[in-house]
């Protein structure tokens, strides 16, 4: 199965946005209460998260979910 580039840009900003802010990816999963292994899911872009987990995501990190987005540039390269 191959993943959607989209779905792993995703991933990829909330990797960067996470270790940002210091957290493991262990530790970072039960601080959002998410099972690790779903929020890895997430961050290799395996996983089409669900907008309620994303919004977990993005009070536990301290962001507006829209930062967990990469730039509109950058999707428009991914997306036709």
Known sequence: MSKDPLLVALGATIRKVRRSKGFSQ???AIEAGLDRS???GIERGERNVAALNLMQIADTLGVEVGELFPPLREIR???P
Do not use: L, N, Q, T
Request: aromatic share 34%; charged share 20%; no cysteine.
């Open 26 to 28: 262990e530790s970072f």
């Open 38 to 40: 779903y929020y890895g």
């Open 77 to 79: 390269k991914i997306a």
